[in-house]
Nanobody, 123 residues
Framework: VQLQASGGGLVQAGGSLRLSCTAS????????MGWFRQAPGKEREFVAG????????PYPDSVKGRFTISRDRAKNTVYLQMSSLKPEDTAVYYC?????????????????WGQGTLVTVSS
């Protein structure tokens, strides 16, 4: 399984970006997926998840109301719509495939990772 993340870039504070993550083959249809981020010198942080059904989409308080995750199983793709971006959102963003049908905030519950896409938010 390969996960290809894209959509990162440079954006001004208050702006929006949409990240995409496409799986290499029709897989993960029964698995949750998540987005994490890691800023320089900081630990990897969970930012959004979506269960296999799409019914559960957990977010941490730091992004709740600003980020929206969705998935299109027909396209094997998960999206992360990010709005009202802040400089503290600057990080490398990673998508990941969960070992289960749920999307946990615990990164150890994910066994496949994309290569990361850099998001830079300028003030």
């Amino acid at each position: 399984v390969q996960l290809q993340a894209s959509g990162g870039g440079l954006v001004q504070a208050g702006g929006s970006l949409r990240l995409s993550c496409t799986a290499s083959k029709r897989t993960g249809s029964n698995n949750g997926m998540g987005w994490f981020r890691q800023a320089p010198g900081k630990e990897r942080e969970f930012v959004a998840g979506v269960s296999w059904s799409g019914a559960s989409t957990p977010y941490p308080d730091s992004v709740k109301g600003r980020f929206t995750i969705s998935r299109d199983r027909a396209k094997n793709t998960v999206y992360l719509q990010m709005s009202s971006l802040k400089p503290e959102d600057t990080a490398v963003y990673y998508c990941a495939l969960s070992r289960t049908s749920y999307a946990s905030a615990d990164y150890s519950q994910y066994n496949y990772w994309g290569q990361g896409t850099l998001v830079t938010v300028s003030s």
